[in-house]
């Protein structure tokens, strides 16, 4: 099952779940905003990840985060809806 780390208060975030939601792609939503040591967790991926080329450094948080069933990671959340609804 797909992992989206994220905030309801991202608009980004919220668009992703509602997608997601809409579509039936099952996922468990962690909201980084409710536990500082899953904030932690997430900080480093972001830090230390190749995903985030180009927004390390720059002030932008780089959410919603996908990890994959395989423990990969990836921004790119539209890849998981059917092609149909990626526009």
Known sequence: MLTIYG????RFCVECKSAFDTQGVEYTFVELLDDLQVLKKFINVRD?????EGIQGSGKLGIPL???????????WKQFLPENYKN
Do not use: A, L
């Open 7 to 10: 905030t309801k208060q991202c």
């Open 48 to 52: 230390t990840n190749p995903v985030y």
């Open 66 to 76: 996908i990890k994959t069933e395989e423990g990969t990671y990836t921004r790119d």
